[in-house]
């Protein structure tokens, strides 16, 4: 049965209701605004593409092309679709900088910053930290996301890597933002957040406990070293986002969705409905304006996983190694990213189904999908496959298949923030965005 | 090699030295404190887990959901990138709710002496409970900010709920959910070494996974764990607690990475088989670590790699065509032809191998990374690492020797093919075979350049390999290492600064732990035992303190 959310209901449960109410009036204008929010979606899949089956076939303009075979589940799309060839993780290709190949892929993937020295160690042996700056998604967030009562959500289908081969999305320097594999635990942290409320003083009591704990933070924080404070003052600096965040609403009325089934987040079985259940959870936030960002993160570069409903049961990255001449195996990955596109295409089916002001909240929306390197048998930092799917209220022009060669992946990243209202003159690691990409923005 | 073992064994009785490998070249004195300072520590899920058990008798798991810790150097604690992100800090908050309501809902009585619940009970309660809670006595801020939150809440929704706000804060605020380690004395003076109940809380999160029990503080309250004897007393006790067991669980798994066995498929193997083949590994290690049975080899590094133990249920007990009878879930057997320690252990074996077919090359580079701590260099990126199809016509040796011949790869792989070979009569699943595929199976393998020389040649199968490991002291210094990062939750510096500088304490802590156990034929006990007492573990790191010194 649905149930619908209103905002008072959601502040209820999320158990901290009263704290912020000066602010709800301004966050509250979004329902009246004539302007619907944009949204922007981060996606990643392992280990690089099938060129042959990822580009388009028989081009004749970047307007006239034919879909390769990965992405024809995309079709009902194409004219939302902007297929990306020739750009390059500039940074990752820049031997002065740390990290084996797989880690300065993805470690650049949506962030263009180098990575920091750390003890990562790449399955090869090179040993990395964290990016040095924050992905696109969180840039975006910083912009767009202070609205709403998550500045952006994580979903993975089993990402188990805890490292920085395991991460796409950074919040800053070091401060990845680990993705949540299990739908039913996302569900209720998005529809039912937990605790219990005092039907009596929610609100006096919640703010006091929380005034108390920040009393604690300050009792210690005049006691400790520098190291130790400055990890106290981001914990800080978090809750008192957190604090904000919990006093503002979800958006318009909209459909609780149904709780998804019970699902095993480790399980090869399930695998297929997780991405589903994610998928609909991630439509039914953007329906309830409960986030603008997010970031699906299928896995990681070392995985093993099969995909046995394709057919597919190499294991993930050994298949991916396979030698040009091993047609089956090509073959597979071919299948397992056309699979990925028909994930895609029903989200966008997805949103589409969502009405927002003239259109549908799919108009509002750029989803960004990406892989670390463009095959998984040369771990080749260029050309990565990128390619956008939606144009973020009309602000990016698609239905195209554009060559940028040899230029950096940061400059993509800057051009899409561009249309998030982002106005710094780079992004990422200095050095390796120069300008953004012409022919992009509308 | 086998003689030898039996040789060496016999030698331990005696308590004479029969290691294999060079002990450190001299004895050193004095060692320079290592400046690795990564800061406070966050507890980790499994931490807090038992923290909240311990404490509040929690009986759920609050951390299911919580994201995980990231992975360096295999373990899950590391202080420098184990740092709160926004998902964690709302499970952190709500879970704080939700544990505070529990523990009201179970009764104050479990954690508080009191008549009746009123101000004094809560004076009394930051007083005894409260230093539980905060690992040491609470500070005057402290205390006075939480009596004030009792003050607030109390009017309006009674002593009850005004007590368990006071509990909510007390598990949301960072005295709980962090270890710190740099703190000052009230009067701001640094506290060098590490002050008693930082060095209580050190020793419980190493040995229990969990916080200091009333004992523990009390012996850190009363100053007996700046004495040798009285440090070592209570690692002892620790040691002998059931909580010892959950950790040296806990260790195992970081070690060998069990996390692997989530969603395992094997062919041949039934559906959920990781679970089963993990819980057997696990036992297997169990048993070794703890048996003190009157055996001299009885906890040792030689049973480790010589034990015919196998632990089978009724899922697995068939695929190895052990025993099984009964109705107890799990059983012991041993197999004396087929199983000779950890490396013909079937999890082991199963974990590195791929679903059809076994991994010579995984199997190898297990030994080098985990067993030697010499990882092998980097491949190429452009390496063609995809398993050769199986081919009935061929071994698995057969089949990645030709996969590897070529010469390009042959300088590392030269390394990791041979020790990985020598497991060849072990399946994906860890199951004895002496034919593959009709032809007969060649487990012939070395060890090739090892960090340690003596460790070199050519052995013939699993059980000579492991008979030279067993008594191999890089082995147990490879051990020992692993254990401190464990303990530490940081990465070690053994690095001195130039040839002729003082080794660093992490180095001479090594070095200590290792003689010590080697003391005890190479008990494995003694390790966790001989480490407590050492510079690495009792002092703080460097940088830190010259901070605190010249602000």
Same mark, same amino acid.
């Given at each position: 049965?649905?149930?619908?959310?209103?905002?008072?209901?959601?502040?209820?449960?999320?158990?901290?209701?009263?704290?912020?109410?000066?602010?709800?009036?301004?966050?509250?204008?979004?329902?009246?605004?004539?302007?619907?929010?944009?949204?922007?979606?981060?996606?990643?899949?392992?280990?690089?593409?099938?060129?042959?089956?990822?580009?388009?076939?028989?081009?004749?303009?970047e307007?006239?092309?034919?879909?390769?075979?990965?992405?024809?589940?995309?079709?009902?799309?194409?004219?939302?679709?902007?297929?990306?060839?020739?750009?390059?993780?500039?940074?990752?290709?820049?031997?002065?900088?740390?990290?084996?190949?797989?880690?300065?892929?993805?470690?650049?993937?949506?962030?263009?910053?180098r990575?920091?020295?750390?003890?990562?160690?790449?399955?090869?042996?090179?040993?990395?930290?964290?990016?040095?700056?924050?992905?696109?998604?969180?840039?975006?967030?910083?912009?767009?996301?202070?609205?709403?009562?998550?500045?952006?959500?994580?979903?993975?289908?089993?990402?188990?890597?805890?490292?920085?081969?395991?991460r796409?999305?950074?919040?800053?320097?070091?401060?990845?933002?680990?993705?949540?594999n299990?739908?039913?635990?996302?569900?209720?942290?998005?529809?039912?957040?937990?605790?219990?409320?005092?039907?009596?003083?929610?609100?006096?009591?919640?703010?006091?406990?929380?005034?108390?704990?920040?009393?604690?933070?300050?009792?210690?924080?005049?006691?400790?070293?520098?190291?130790?404070?400055?990890?106290?003052?981001?914990?800080?600096?978090?809750?008192?986002?957190?604090?904000?965040?919990?006093?503002?609403?979800?958006?318009?009325?909209?459909?609780?969705?149904?709780?998804?089934?019970?699902?095993?987040?480790?399980?090869?079985?399930?695998?297929?409905?997780?991405?589903?259940?994610?998928?609909?959870?991630?439509?039914?936030?953007?329906?309830?304006?409960?986030?603008?960002?997010?970031?699906?993160?299928?896995?990681?570069?070392?995985?093993?996983?099969?995909?046995?409903?394709?057919?597919?049961?190499?294991?993930?990255?050994?298949?991916?190694?396979?030698?040009?001449?091993?047609?089956?195996?090509?073959?597979?990955?071919?299948?397992?990213?056309?699979?990925?596109?028909?994930?895609?295409?029903?989200?966008?089916?997805?949103l589409?189904?969502?009405?927002?002001?003239?259109?549908?909240?799919?108009?509002?929306?750029?989803?960004?999908?990406?892989?670390?390197?463009?095959?998984?048998?040369?771990?080749?930092?260029?050309?990565?496959?990128?390619?956008?799917?939606?144009?973020?209220?009309?602000?990016?022009?698609?239905?195209?298949?554009?060559?940028?060669?040899?230029?950096?992946?940061a400059?993509?990243?800057?051009?899409?923030?561009?249309?998030?209202?982002?106005?710094?003159?780079?992004?990422?690691?200095?050095?390796?965005?120069?300008?953004?990409?012409?022919?992009?923005?509308? | 090699?086998?003689?030898?073992?039996?040789?060496?064994?016999?030698?331990?009785?005696?308590?004479?030295?029969?290691?294999?490998?060079?002990?450190?070249?001299?004895?050193?004195?004095?060692?320079?404190?290592?400046?690795?300072?990564?800061?406070?520590?966050?507890?980790?899920?499994?931490?807090?887990?038992?923290?909240?058990r311990?404490?509040?008798?929690?009986?759920?798991?609050?951390?299911?959901?919580?994201?995980p810790?990231?992975?360096?150097?295999?373990?899950?604690?590391?202080?420098?990138?184990?740092?709160?992100?926004?998902?964690?800090?709302?499970h952190?908050?709500?879970?704080?709710?939700?544990?505070?309501?529990?523990?009201?809902?179970?009764?104050?009585?479990?954690?508080?002496?009191?008549?009746?619940?009123?101000?004094?009970?809560?004076?009394?309660?930051?007083?005894?409970?409260?230093?539980?809670?905060?690992?040491?006595?609470?500070?005057?801020?402290?205390?006075?900010?939480?009596?004030?939150?009792?003050?607030?809440?109390?009017?309006?929704l009674?002593?009850?709920?005004?007590?368990?706000?006071?509990l909510?804060?007390?598990?949301?605020?960072?005295?709980?959910?962090?270890?710190?380690?740099?703190?000052?004395?009230?009067?701001?003076?640094?506290?060098?070494?590490?002050g008693?109940?930082?060095?209580?809380?050190?020793?419980?999160?190493?040995?229990?996974?969990?916080?200091?029990?009333?004992?523990?503080?009390?012996?850190? %309250?009363? +100053?007996? =764990?700046?004495d040798?004897?009285? /440090?070592?007393?209570? !690692?002892?006790?620790?040691l *002998?607690? $059931?909580? &010892?067991?959950?950790?040296?669980?806990?260790?195992?798994?970081?070690?060998?990475?069990?996390?692997?066995?989530?969603?395992?498929?094997?062919?041949?193997?039934?559906?959920?088989?990781?679970?089963?083949?993990?819980?057997?590994?696990?036992?297997?290690?169990?048993?070794?670590?703890?048996?003190?049975?009157?055996?001299?080899?009885?906890?040792?590094?030689?049973?480790?790699?010589?034990?015919?133990?196998?632990?089978?249920?009724?899922?697995?007990?068939?695929?190895?065509?052990?025993?099984?009878?009964?109705?107890?879930a799990?059983?012991?057997?041993?197999?004396?032809?087929? %199983?000779h +320690?950890? =490396?013909?252990?079937?999890?082991? /074996?199963?974990?590195? !191998?791929?679903?059809?077919? *076994?991994? $010579?090359? &995984?199997?190898?580079?297990?030994?080098?990374?985990?067993?030697?701590?010499?990882?092998?260099?980097?491949?190429?990126?452009?390496?063609?690492?995809?398993?050769p199809?199986?081919?009935?016509?061929?071994?698995?040796?057969?089949?990645?020797?030709?996969?590897?011949a070529?010469?390009?790869?042959?300088?590392?792989?030269?390394?990791?093919?041979?020790?990985?070979?020598?497991?060849?009569?072990?399946?994906?699943?860890?199951?004895?075979?002496?034919?593959?595929?009709?032809?007969?199976?060649?487990?012939?393998?070395?060890?090739?350049?090892?960090?340690?020389?003596?460790?070199?040649?050519?052995?013939?199968?699993?059980?000579?390999?492991?008979?030279?490991?067993?008594?191999?002291?890089?082995?147990?210094?490879?051990?020992?290492?692993?254990?401190?990062?464990?303990?530490?939750?940081?990465?070690?510096?053994?690095?001195?600064?130039?040839?002729?500088?003082?080794?660093?304490?992490?180095?001479?802590?090594?070095?200590?732990?290792?003689?010590?156990?080697?003391?005890?034929?190479?008990?494995?006990?003694?390790?966790?035992?001989?480490?407590?007492?050492?510079?690495?573990?009792?002092q703080?790191?460097a940088?830190?303190?010259?901070?605190?010194?010249?602000?």
């Open positions: 049965m649905k149930t619908r959310l209103d905002r008072r209901a959601w502040l209820r449960a999320a158990g901290c209701g009263g704290l912020a109410l000066p602010l709800l009036d301004g966050a509250w204008a979004r329902a009246d605004s004539p302007t619907p929010p944009l949204r922007l979606v981060i996606v990643y899949t392992p280990n690089g593409t099938v060129p042959k089956d990822w580009f388009p076939v028989n081009a004749t303009s307007t006239e092309f034919e879909l390769g075979r990965i992405l024809t589940p995309l079709a009902p799309f194409r004219d939302h679709l902007t297929i990306l060839s020739g750009i390059n993780s500039a940074v990752g290709l820049d031997p002065a900088n740390p990290g084996g190949p797989h880690q300065r892929g993805i470690g650049s993937l949506f962030t263009g910053e990575l920091g020295s750390g003890e990562f160690k790449d399955g090869c042996g090179q040993m990395a930290g964290w990016p040095a700056g924050p992905s696109l998604d969180q840039i975006v967030a910083q912009l767009i996301g202070g609205d709403t009562p998550y500045r952006s959500l994580e979903f993975g289908v089993r990402c188990y890597d805890n490292d920085v081969q395991g796409i999305s950074y919040s800053g320097a070091n401060m990845p933002l680990p993705p949540m299990d739908p039913s635990a996302a569900f209720t942290r998005l529809f039912h957040p937990s605790t219990p409320i005092d039907p009596n003083n929610p609100d006096g009591r919640a703010r006091s406990v929380l005034d108390a704990v920040h009393e604690q933070f300050s009792a210690l924080q005049k006691r400790v070293g520098q190291a130790d404070k400055e990890k106290l003052d981001a914990h800080v600096t978090l809750l008192r986002d957190l604090e904000r965040r919990l006093g503002l609403g979800s958006g318009e009325h909209c459909d609780v969705p149904d709780a998804p089934p019970a699902l095993d987040p480790e399980s090869e079985d399930d695998m297929p409905l997780v991405s589903r259940a994610h998928l609909d959870l991630l439509a039914a936030a953007f329906a309830c304006d409960l986030t603008r960002v997010a970031s699906i993160q299928y896995s990681t570069g070392f995985n093993r996983i099969r995909y046995p409903w394709v057919g597919s049961l190499g294991e993930g990255h050994s298949l991916s190694h396979a030698g040009d001449s091993n047609v089956a195996a090509w073959n597979e990955l071919t299948n397992r990213l056309n699979w990925h596109s028909s994930e895609l295409a029903y989200f966008i089916e997805k589409r189904g969502i009405p927002e002001g003239e259109g549908t909240v799919f108009d509002n929306t750029l989803i960004l999908w990406g892989s670390e390197v463009h095959q998984g048998n040369s771990h080749a930092l260029t050309s990565l496959p990128y390619l956008i799917l939606g144009n973020a209220g009309g602000r990016i022009r698609t239905g195209r298949s554009l060559t940028y060669e040899g230029r950096s992946n400059e993509l990243l800057l051009t899409l923030a561009r249309a998030y209202g982002y106005e710094e003159p780079t992004l990422g690691a200095p050095g390796y965005c120069d300008d953004v990409l012409s022919g992009l923005l509308v | 090699m086998k003689r030898v073992g039996t040789l060496l064994l016999a030698c331990f009785a005696l308590g004479c030295e029969g290691w294999v490998g060079a002990p450190p070249e001299d004895e050193v004195s004095e060692c320079r404190p290592v400046e690795v300072f990564p800061g406070a520590r966050l507890l980790t899920r499994v931490e807090y887990r038992r923290t909240v311990d404490l509040l008798g929690e009986p759920s798991d609050p951390t299911l959901d919580f994201p810790e990231p992975t360096v150097n295999g373990m899950n604690n590391d202080a420098r990138t184990h740092v709160v992100n926004p998902l964690l800090l709302e952190f908050l709500s879970s704080a709710r939700q544990l505070a309501r529990g523990a009201h809902e179970r009764g104050w009585d479990h954690l508080v002496d009191c008549a009746e619940i009123g101000r004094g009970c809560a004076v009394r309660f930051l007083d005894r409970f409260g230093a539980r809670v905060y690992r040491r006595p609470l500070t005057k801020d402290e205390r006075d900010s939480l009596l004030r939150l009792y003050d607030r809440v109390e009017p309006g009674g002593a009850d709920e005004a007590l368990t706000a006071v909510e804060a007390m598990l949301a605020a960072p005295q709980f959910l962090y270890r710190v380690e740099a703190e000052r004395d009230e009067d701001g003076a640094g506290a060098e070494p590490l008693a109940y930082e060095l209580a809380s050190r020793l419980s999160y190493f040995l229990w996974g969990s916080t200091p029990d009333e004992e523990l503080l009390r012996a850190a %309250r009363d +100053g007996e =764990l700046d040798a004897n009285g /440090l070592d007393h209570q !690692a002892r006790r620790l *002998s607690d $059931p909580r &010892a067991r959950e950790q040296v669980r806990e260790f195992h798994r970081r070690w060998l990475g069990l996390d692997r066995f989530k969603g395992l498929v094997r062919q041949d193997g039934p559906e959920g088989v990781g679970a089963s083949l993990e819980e057997s590994l696990l036992l297997f290690l169990d048993d070794v670590f703890w048996n003190d049975d009157a055996d001299p080899t009885s906890g040792t590094l030689d049973a480790l790699f010589r034990s015919p133990r196998l632990y089978v249920d009724s899922a697995i007990a068939p695929l190895y065509r052990a025993p099984f009878e009964g109705t107890s799990w059983q012991a057997a041993d197999a004396p032809k087929e %199983r +320690g950890l =490396l013909t252990q079937p999890g082991l /074996l199963s974990l590195f !191998a791929h679903t059809d077919q *076994s991994s $010579p090359i &995984a199997r190898g580079v297990f030994v080098r990374d985990k067993l030697l701590c010499s990882p092998v260099p980097a491949p190429p990126p452009d390496v063609n690492n995809t398993p199809d199986p081919d009935p016509s061929l071994t698995t040796r057969e089949r990645f020797a030709v996969h590897t070529d010469p390009s790869c042959g300088g590392c792989h030269r390394w990791i093919d041979p020790l990985g070979f020598g497991f060849e009569n072990y399946d994906q699943l860890g199951r004895f075979r002496a034919r593959e595929n009709g032809l007969p199976v060649d487990a012939s393998g070395a060890v090739v350049d090892a960090p340690d020389p003596t460790l070199d040649g050519s052995f013939n199968g699993l059980f000579e390999l492991s008979d030279r490991l067993a008594t191999s002291r890089l082995v147990l210094d490879c051990l020992t290492r692993t254990w401190m990062t464990f303990a530490l939750g940081r990465t070690l510096e053994f690095q001195a600064r130039s040839a002729n500088s003082l080794p660093t304490a992490d180095a001479c802590s090594r070095d200590d732990t290792v003689a010590a156990s080697l003391d005890q034929g190479g008990n494995l006990r003694e390790v966790l035992l001989a480490f407590v007492a050492t510079p690495a573990f009792r703080r790191a940088r830190e303190i010259l901070r605190e010194v010249t602000p």
